[in-house]
């Protein structure tokens, strides 16, 4: 079954690069290619394509909005995010938006295709360089977290401080730094975000509850 | 000062006493004495003796009388009559002695016997007659001396009031005063004039310096807002340009390696990275350029060319450039000048829409002349005033001229709607 997808890059070098990695692919249909955000968005919305490409940085209007957009019309297209940036926050803000993943421009043409089709079947796809993991930690499981490590983390994810946790769930805001301490572990984590994404990737979470 | 008006009673006592004395031994002809109108009779004595001569010499301030041997008063000075008239006083014999009349008049005084025994002389001086300043000082020095005393309670009291107390405030306020910060209370002083002027001043220079203060802050705030502009200027330069290009090369190598491709296949993508990888370098290259221009070093003159070459190239103008050839300046008026040609080239062509630009940097008297001219839109400025354009955000035009002051010049900017722009700098 192929896949229908859209390209949204503004530099022409890197956009050559990507059509030729997609060309590869022989069930990959590319439908449309567009330099800019505005142009792209009217093709979403023409082409409803399965998964749409999208840079993050554009003239006019940017990937991370013109996900928003989708969501907000409940267009039935995937967004699949594109930069040249590995800032965890651009993440964030682009799986809040409604980015089922995210690959950096400078990935191989495979992993570029592995992305494409995890998040054509619906799954969610964290570029390894964002989220730091082994390559094989894609079937890796993490030590199991607990219920409350669960918890804290989601809370966590939502923004709240060490306080807000430790009042909401009624433990000691020491307790919490113990809870995320032991999460960043398990998973292998650095810090808040990393712990976030490396817990979607590991499926510890799901994207909609961290978006809640 | 009760030394010396004892030490003055004393000398008026012998004052009166020896005159009287005096006047006794040389009006007594011996023998009873008879007074007529003022001419006395002397018993035994063929001359008259002129009363009015005698007594009465009008020696100011004395007085003399004659009394009888009854102490009867018959001749002489209306003062001394009301004294020997009077039975309260007795007039002091032989010696003088201070009495106060009716009227408080203080007299020194003293009465003699005539030599024949007949008649009584009394003499007298009035100390309120009293010639000259000295008795009045006498009489004025406690007065004199309690109202200096007065006055200088007064003084010291003003003094404290109107001088130290508000120098002594206005010290307080000044050294703890946060200078820059605040100004200095301006409530009115109770001062003298020349305190008050001074607190005028100190409140002057205490807003001066808050004035100062916005400046620096604002100088600091443009400094670092102007860093961060530019950071995210070169950040967005390299993101756009080198890191592109860079990810387009890693992906041209990707697919050189990919297992399926024919060799062909292989070469292209090789060639086509290599061509990637020569874009990036000279973007990267331009990106130098832009941020420090390695031909600086070639001084004004050949920097000056090359920027204007590139600059025509760029933006498609004209631009005549005419420099003296054996200018030799220092790296940073170099660089001056070199950067305000820049930035007027640049706001010529955005800002003005000119066509041709008119480049021309001489030496002459007044020392080195850098001026620029173009046919574009011109706009509306007052003379020499870039403050209300920073305050909008346009730094370029006082940038150029704060890179001017900074190398010890000025500049000026002529500007008319609809008639260009005229840059003018001057490096004396």
Known sequence: ?212 | MVYSQRNMETLARLYVEHFTENIVRHSDYGGNLTVYGNVALHEGYEGVTDLEHYLLFKRFPTFVAILDDNERFIYGAEKLRELAENPEIELPVGMAREIYNKAGERLTVAMYRSVSGTFWVVGAISWSDMPGATAMTIFLWPVLIASMALWSTFAVSNLWHHVINPIRWLEERVSSLKWGAEPLDEKPLSATAQVKKMHDTLVRVSKEAMKTAQVNRTCMNDLVNVQEDERTKISRDIHDGPLQDVTALIQRIHLARRADNTPEETRSELDLAEKIAYATVKEMRALCDFLNPPWLELGLSQALTELTERQSLQYGVKIFLGVDDDLDMPDSVTLAFFRVVQEAVTNSVRHGEAKNIWIDLKRNDDGTELTIQDDGHGFEIKEGDTADLRAEGHRGLSNMEERMTLIGGRLKIISYLGEGTCIRGLLP
Not at chain 1, 51 to 56: C, E, G, K, N, Q
Not at chain 1, 176 to 198: C, F, P
Request: hydrophobic share 45%; net charge negative.
């Open chain 1, 1 to 212: 079954m192929s896949i229908n997808l859209i390209l949204a890059d503004d530099h022409p070098l890197t956009r050559a690069g990507l059509m030729a990695y997609l060309a590869k692919e022989q069930d990959f249909n590319v439908v449309g290619e567009y330099s800019d955000g505005e142009a792209a968005l009217a093709g979403v919305r023409t082409l409803k394509p399965q998964v749409a490409l999208l840079d993050i940085r554009m003239p006019g209007l940017d990937g991370v909005s013109i996900t928003r957009k989708i969501k907000e019309e409940g267009l039935p297209v995937i967004a699949l995010m594109l930069t040249s940036y590995d800032a965890q926050q651009y993440v964030l803000s682009s799986l809040r938006a409604g980015a089922r993943g995210y690959v950096l421009k400078s990935s191989s043409a495979d992993t570029l295709a592995r992305a494409i089709r995890i998040v054509a079947r619906g799954g969610l796809y964290l570029d390894s360089e964002v989220a730091s993991t082994v390559e094989e930690g894609e079937n890796m499981s993490p030590e199991p977290i607990s219920a409350r490590e669960r918890e804290v983390l989601l809370l966590a994810a939502k923004g709240l401080s060490g306080k807000e946790i430790a009042s909401q769930l009624f433990i000691s805001e020491r307790t919490v730094q113990t809870h995320l301490a032991s999460i960043y572990d398990k998973l292998g984590a650095r810090n808040k975000t990393e712990s976030m994404l490396l817990a979607l990737k590991y499926g510890v979470v799901m994207l909609e509850e961290l978006l809640e």
